[in-house]
DNA sequence: CGTACTAGTCTTTTT
DNA sequence: GACTAGTACG
């Protein structure tokens, strides 16, 4: 205990003791604020004799509760078990598991994600018959999200309608919205933490319940909370005052789901007599890196002043280049961390790759296949978000909670059963007319719908019904597997035959082998249960394996599956790579009308481009010791070809700082490191910048060309006839970015392009179009 | 009722 | 360019 007070430094230390009362650290980047919080979570039990049981620990990701959890482990270990590691959203689904009966729900509620709101707010819309055309469900669903962020019930909408009728409609949609996710027993995400407040408002004693429990709390990332977060906190800080928040002004990047920085700024009027403490000394960074940052970060007005140090040395120099095309940019980064990793500097796992937007990872993903660099992407398309695990959760869904009227509806005719659009909506009407849930109502079908119909709908029901009279005595594998067997899934999906069938088949066997790891309690990378079911708190609660199932894995993010175990590189938005930190940092398209993005430049509100600016900073603070910032000319968005000229937020950067002046007009190929390292048959890699597609094409292996014909130099006339003859041929043995290797059977010339037959050594024979395939010539 | 093709949208970032 | 929803047709 003592000799872990002796790692910190003087300020550090004064957190670690500060217990009583509200206390703010403003902690900057990589100054320890995780190692604060553990020693003081240590501090509490082992020195002022705290209970365990009476502390709570907040913060935004499953990854960084079971950080902390782990770290707090280590260090407190006997009772630590009992603290409360938990994310904003898991805490108010344990509270709401308990309580939800107390504001006029079931217990046994859904959770509906992004996609399940979205299919309600179309419902919606239809019902009220508005043109979608006009106000998109995106606009409702932006509307009520932010209403939600703020606090704004149903009610409060009304009252502003009075005034301003321009919130009539949008209140009566979100009236509806929240109509039928009741009526589903479901909760959104929003919900989640408004509804916590809405029980907590509502019924004092549940409250004080809480805040006997919680007599010290503590708040991660506190500047990304939004109103109703903020709301929530309160009222369990209010009997105690034992509030600890930890924060960066200057990385609060989520304004945009509803964080509210004044939530940080005005922390000391909040709450009266709060400490105030700044965590300034870096252990992370270079000098080099600290003092770019810094230089950035000060263009920003109405943040609170500091500025971030190190006892390390000046380091090595940042790099920027500007390069001609993304082809290129993605080609430079490859090179250079190919170089590092052949010249022993460091190991893959060392090194990220940051972008602004999702869609820039695939360039570099394509480059990095070449190359042979393995790695790993961080978001983009969310496994639990995929088609056929979603029908299968939808089948626990509908197992679990038979009021979910979106799960049932989902699954219906999932494989076809032949039960079609028609008799959906008679039975949803049916459901209407009687009040009924569509789940009742299709138990009732025998009273309304033709014999044959009634024949389909039977089997169906009989079906789910007997999955639920298994459902509290089979584990979660069990029962997917009896799904699996009845409905004949992966069968009917193998016979439809799908393009992607297999990998469909192998996300399933994905989604079981979670199950499995679930039920070992093994939820998360780390090993570590998040909340640990200790204590009063849940108890009573009853809740089944399957409902506990499906509420971790709606509550997952991309980043919490993201283990360092493997020795890859790691590409992700800016935005996901908060928290974390890395050897080597490539922040790439630092270009105008991308980073900063067009709408912050567009924007008359400065407080945009001011948070695209603390996202920068939160970047570059990720880096220890080797930054790389790159952009580039020229960039596909959207299908057509942008020119951009490179970020202010370079410009920000003193000369000094860089290894070149940056604003070079253009770099050219020798200027580029180890470009001549490359191996004889990487000869596309060295095509001049300024050489004609038409004349550079003939060899290039398909996936540099493609992209480069439509990308670079597109003129009407170009368009016909652009597909070029591959360079592979029967026999040869080629790579695909998704199905991996494989050998070539048969290539043939189509109408619009060549079509390729290829034997995968994974994935078996696929036929598809060479230009798309964009295979790789081994 | 199911399938195949077309048109439109998307791209800022996410629990 | 990629994916999704909607429509027309079988």
């Given at each position: 205990?003592?000799?872990?007070?002796?790692?910190?430094?003087?300020e550090?230390?004064?957190?670690?003791?500060?217990?009583?009362?509200?206390?703010?650290?403003?902690?900057?980047?990589?100054?320890?604020?995780?190692?604060?919080?553990?020693?003081?979570t240590?501090?509490?039990?082992?020195?002022?004799?705290?209970d365990?049981?009476n502390?709570?620990?907040?913060?935004f990701?499953?990854?960084?509760?079971?950080?902390?959890?782990?770290?707090?482990?280590?260090?407190?270990?006997?009772?630590?078990e009992?603290?409360?590691?938990?994310?904003?959203?898991?805490?108010?689904v344990?509270?709401?598991r308990r309580?939800?009966?107390?504001?006029?729900?079931?217990?046994?509620?859904?959770?509906?994600?992004t996609?399940d709101?979205?299919t309600?707010?179309?419902?919606?819309?239809k019902?009220?018959?508005?043109?979608t055309?006009?106000?998109?469900?995106?606009?409702?669903?932006?509307?009520?999200?932010?209403a939600?962020?703020?606090?704004?019930?149903?009610?409060?909408?009304?009252?502003?309608?009075?005034?301003?009728?321009?919130?009539e409609?949008?209140?009566?949609?979100y009236?509806?919205?929240?109509?039928t996710?009741?009526?589903?027993?479901?909760?959104?995400?929003?919900?989640?933490?408004?509804?916590?407040?809405e029980?907590?408002?509502?019924?004092?004693?549940?409250?004080?319940n809480?805040q006997?429990?919680?007599?010290?709390?503590?708040v991660?990332?506190?500047?990304?909370?939004n109103?109703?977060?903020?709301e929530?906190?309160?009222?369990?800080?209010?009997?105690?005052?034992?509030?600890?928040?930890?924060?960066?002004?200057?990385?609060?990047?989520?304004?945009?789901?509803?964080?509210?920085?004044?939530?940080?700024?005005?922390?000391?009027?909040?709450?009266k007599?709060?400490?105030?403490?700044?965590?300034?000394?870096?252990?992370?960074?270079?000098?080099?890196?600290?003092?770019?940052?810094n230089a950035?970060?000060?263009n920003?007005?109405?943040?609170?002043?500091?500025?971030?140090?190190?006892?390390?040395?000046?380091?090595?120099?940042?790099?920027?280049?500007?390069?001609?095309?993304?082809?290129?940019?993605?080609?430079?980064?490859?090179?250079?961390?190919?170089k590092?990793k052949?010249?022993?500097?460091?190991e893959?796992?060392?090194?990220?790759v940051?972008?602004?937007?999702?869609?820039q990872s695939?360039?570099i993903?394509?480059?990095?296949?070449m190359?042979?660099?393995p790695?790993?992407?961080?978001?983009?398309?969310n496994?639990?978000s995929?088609?056929?695990?979603k029908d299968?959760?939808?089948?626990?869904?509908?197992i679990?909670?038979?009021?979910?009227?979106?799960?049932v509806?989902?699954?219906?005719?999932v494989?076809?059963?032949?039960?079609?659009?028609?008799?959906?909506?008679?039975?949803?009407?049916?459901?209407?007319?009687?009040?009924?849930?569509?789940?009742?109502?299709?138990?009732?079908?025998?009273?309304?719908?033709?014999?044959?119909?009634?024949?389909?709908?039977?089997?169906?029901?009989?079906?789910?019904?007997?999955?639920?009279?298994?459902?509290?005595?089979?584990?979660?594998?069990d029962?997917?597997?009896?799904?699996?067997?009845?409905?004949?899934y992966?069968?009917?999906?193998?016979a439809?035959?799908?393009?992607?069938?297999?990998?469909?088949?192998?996300?399933?066997?994905?989604?079981?082998?979670?199950?499995?790891?679930?039920?070992?309690?093994?939820?998360?990378?780390e090993?570590?249960?998040?909340?640990?079911?200790?204590?009063?708190?849940?108890?009573?609660?009853?809740?089944?394996?399957?409902?506990?199932?499906?509420?971790?894995?709606a509550?997952?993010?991309?980043?919490?599956?993201?283990?360092?175990?493997?020795?890859?590189?790691?590409?992700?938005?800016?935005?996901?790579?908060?928290?974390?930190?890395?050897?080597?940092?490539?922040?790439?398209?630092?270009e105008?009308?991308?980073?900063?993005g067009?709408?912050?430049?567009?924007?008359?509100?400065?407080?945009?481009?001011?948070?695209?600016?603390?996202?920068?900073?939160?970047?570059?603070?990720?880096?220890?010791?080797n930054?790389?910032?790159?952009?580039?000319r020229?960039?596909?968005?959207?299908?057509?070809?942008q020119?951009?000229?490179?970020s202010?937020?370079?410009?920000?950067?003193?000369?000094?700082?860089f290894?070149?002046?940056?604003?070079m007009?253009?770099?050219r190929?020798?200027?580029?490191?180890?470009?001549?390292?490359?191996?004889?048959?990487?000869?596309?890699?060295?095509?001049?910048?300024y050489?004609?597609?038409?004349?550079?094409q003939?060899?290039?292996?398909?996936?540099?060309?493609?992209?480069?014909?439509?990308?670079?130099?597109?003129?009407?006339a170009?368009?016909?006839?652009?597909?070029?003859?591959p360079?592979y041929?029967?026999?040869?043995?080629?790579?695909?970015?998704?199905?991996?290797?494989?050998?070539?059977?048969?290539?043939?010339k189509?109408?619009?392009?060549?079509?390729?037959?290829?034997?995968?050594?994974?994935?078996?024979?696929?036929?598809?179009?060479?230009?798309?395939a964009?295979?790789?010539k081994?």
């Amino acid at each position: 205990m003592n000799n872990l007070l002796q790692e910190l430094n003087s300020e550090q230390m004064k957190a670690v003791k500060q217990i009583e009362g509200p206390l703010l650290i403003l902690a900057g980047a990589g100054s320890g604020k995780t190692r604060v919080l553990t020693n003081r979570t240590a501090y509490m039990i082992g020195e002022c004799g705290i209970d365990p049981y009476n502390i709570l620990a907040i913060t935004f990701t499953n990854k960084a509760a079971s950080e902390m959890r782990s770290r707090i482990d280590d260090m407190v270990g006997y009772g630590s078990e009992s603290i409360w590691v938990s994310t904003f959203h898991s805490m108010c689904v344990r509270i709401l598991r308990r309580y939800a009966d107390h504001i006029g729900f079931s217990n046994s509620f859904t959770i509906y994600d992004t996609d399940d709101s979205k299919t309600v707010m179309k419902d919606v819309c239809k019902r009220l018959n508005i043109d979608t055309k006009q106000l998109s469900e995106r606009y409702f669903l932006g509307c009520i999200s932010s209403a939600k962020d703020e606090l704004v019930s149903v009610e409060d909408m009304e009252k502003k309608a009075v005034y301003d009728s321009s919130f009539e409609l949008v209140d009566r949609v979100y009236r509806e919205y929240q109509n039928t996710l009741k009526k589903s027993n479901a909760f959104d995400f929003d919900d989640l933490i408004v509804k916590t407040v809405e029980l907590f408002r509502s019924d004092p004693e549940v409250l004080e319940n809480y805040q006997d429990r919680f007599r010290y709390i503590m708040v991660d990332e506190y500047q990304d909370t939004n109103t109703a977060q903020f709301e929530l906190i309160r009222l369990l800080a209010l009997k105690y005052k034992n509030i600890c928040v930890v924060g960066d002004d200057d990385q609060s990047i989520y304004k945009f789901r509803g964080a509210n920085i004044r939530n940080i700024l005005d922390f000391e009027k909040h709450y009266k007599n709060a400490t105030v403490i700044k965590l300034e000394e870096n252990y992370r960074s270079t000098q080099n890196i600290l003092d770019a940052a810094n230089a950035v970060i000060r263009n920003n007005i109405g943040r609170k002043d500091k500025s971030l140090w190190t006892k390390k040395g000046r380091g090595e120099r940042i790099h920027y280049r500007q390069l001609e095309s993304a082809y290129d940019e993605a080609d430079f980064i490859t090179e250079n961390i190919r170089k590092k990793k052949r010249d022993g500097e460091l190991e893959y796992s060392d090194t990220a790759v940051l972008y602004r937007t999702n869609a820039q990872s695939r360039l570099i993903e394509e480059r990095f296949i070449m190359a042979g660099i393995p790695y790993n992407v961080v978001g983009g398309v969310n496994f639990y978000s995929r088609r056929e695990i979603k029908d299968i959760l939808c089948y626990l869904k509908t197992i679990d909670n038979a009021r979910d009227d979106l799960a049932v509806k989902r699954i219906i005719n999932v494989p076809k059963r032949g039960i079609g659009a028609t008799t959906i909506s008679k039975v949803d009407m049916f459901a209407i007319a009687n009040g009924l849930s569509f789940y009742e109502a299709l138990k009732r079908a025998d009273m309304y719908l033709p014999g044959k119909t009634y024949v389909k709908i039977r089997e169906f029901v009989d079906m789910i019904e007997g999955f639920r009279e298994e459902k509290d005595s089979l584990t979660v594998e069990d029962m997917l597997n009896n799904i699996l067997d009845e409905t004949e899934y992966i069968e009917n999906m193998e016979a439809s035959d799908e393009f992607d069938a297999k990998a469909r088949v192998e996300n399933i066997e994905e989604l079981i082998n979670k199950a499995v790891a679930f039920e070992e309690g093994n939820t998360f990378p780390e090993g570590t249960e998040i909340m640990d079911g200790s204590g009063d708190i849940t108890e009573g609660m009853r809740e089944s394996r399957l409902s506990a199932f499906l509420e971790e894995v709606a509550l997952v993010a991309d980043i919490d599956s993201v283990s360092d175990e493997d020795n890859r590189v790691l590409l992700m938005t800016l935005h996901s790579a908060k928290g974390l930190e890395f050897s080597d940092v490539y922040i790439t398209g630092l270009e105008e009308g991308l980073f900063p993005g067009y709408m912050s430049i567009s924007s008359d509100d400065d407080s945009d481009m001011e948070e695209e600016r603390r996202l920068c900073y939160v970047g570059i603070t990720r880096a220890e010791k080797n930054l790389v910032m790159t952009s580039a000319r020229s960039r596909m968005v959207r299908g057509e070809v942008q020119y951009h000229a490179p970020s202010r937020f370079i410009s920000e950067i003193p000369n000094e700082l860089f290894d070149q002046k940056p604003r070079m007009p253009r770099i050219r190929r020798e200027d580029i490191p180890s470009a001549g390292s490359m191996g004889p048959d990487r000869s596309v890699f060295h095509s001049k910048p300024y050489m004609l597609p038409e004349s550079s094409q003939k060899n290039r292996t398909a996936v540099k060309s493609k992209p480069r014909a439509t990308g670079m130099i597109t003129r009407g006339a170009d368009l016909v006839n652009t597909f070029e003859k591959p360079d592979y041929v029967p026999g040869d043995r080629v790579k695909h970015i998704k199905f991996g290797d494989g050998t070539v059977l048969a290539l043939e010339k189509g109408k619009r392009d060549y079509e390729v037959s290829v034997d995968f050594d994974t994935y078996g024979v696929k036929k598809m179009f060479a230009n798309f395939a964009k295979l790789i010539k081994l």
